[in-house]
């Protein structure tokens, strides 16, 4: 299937590596232009990086003058980019949400504001959000994620069907468990007062998982790259997961 996105530019947050990069390379494998970005230096795709930390309430405008220094607007915007603390939900203060809501929600909010006028006028454009299947099956431990991604995902869904008559779409995809550094720091913080090894709590979480291994990062950034490519033009309001058939429900 040729998934048509030579000649798209895609704008790739969060692509420094794990689920991100290997989005970018494999939106950039398919013949699409990317820029990606992260705090550091991206190896992805090779194309055109912007160092930006989105905790910074002035990253996004930064990032928005950088891409358009290129002369490019994107066609995809992938949101995308670190995950928050552990925390349970009795002891997570009002701080502790306000430190992620940058990166999470509002760099993520302004930028596809900034980008959506030039996709609606142009009559497609793809939005594609990186949230968690905690928007299915909180995750104890991990109240930031599971409350914010709910918030961002419900701001996706009203969006999707506002745009959806310019040929926009806008989805989430729902990563389980796939194996990057993120969720091997997740397992150590797991393990800490548990009695058990990081380890031990790695060999649970693939236990727990109907296909016995964990994601790889590729089979992620593929199923991405088909939802922001125009061959899935009439899915949009979706939230997708990639899971090995972890999620108890559909
Ligand atoms: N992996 C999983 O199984 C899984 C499951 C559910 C949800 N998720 C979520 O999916 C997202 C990506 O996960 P991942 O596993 O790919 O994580 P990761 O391996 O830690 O990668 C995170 C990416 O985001 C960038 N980043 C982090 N903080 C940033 C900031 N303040 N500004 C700009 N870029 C920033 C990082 O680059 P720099 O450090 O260079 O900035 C890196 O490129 C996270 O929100 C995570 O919680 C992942």
Do not use: Y
């Amino acid at each position: 299937m040729d998934l048509q996105l030579d000649g798209k530019t895609a704008l790739v947050l969060g692509a420094s590596k794990g689920l991100g990069r290997a989005i970018a390379v494999s939106l950039g494998d398919e013949g699409a232009r990317v820029i990606t970005v992260a705090r550091s230096a991206s190896d992805a795709a090779g194309r055109h990086h912007i160092i930006a930390d989105l905790d910074d309430p002035t990253a996004p405008q930064a990032i928005i003058a950088a891409v358009h220094e290129l002369g490019l607007s994107p066609d995809i915007l992938v949101l995308n980019s670190g995950g928050p603390p552990t925390g349970a939900a009795a002891t997570t203060t009002p701080a502790d949400f306000a430190a992620v809501f940058g990166r999470m929600f509002n760099a993520q909010l302004a930028l596809t504001q900034a980008f959506l006028p030039d996709m609606r006028a142009r009559g497609f454009g793809w939005v594609l959000a990186v949230a968690s299947t905690s928007l299915i099956t909180p995750i104890p431990g991990l109240v930031l994620s599971n409350a914010v991604r709910a918030m961002l995902a419900s701001w996706c869904k009203t969006l999707a069907a506002e745009v959806a008559a310019d040929g926009v779409t806008v989805n989430l995809l729902l990563p389980g468990q796939i194996a990057t550094d993120r969720l091997t720091s997740l397992h150590s913080a797991m393990a800490q007062g548990s009695g058990m090894t990081a380890e031990q709590v790695g060999t649970r979480a693939k236990a727990a998982i109907p296909a016995g291994r964990l994601g790889r990062p590729e089979e992620f950034g593929d199923m991405a790259t088909f939802l922001a490519s125009p061959r899935a033009s009439f899915v949009t309001g979706c939230a997708i997961k990639v899971d090995g058939g972890q999620t108890a429900t559909l």
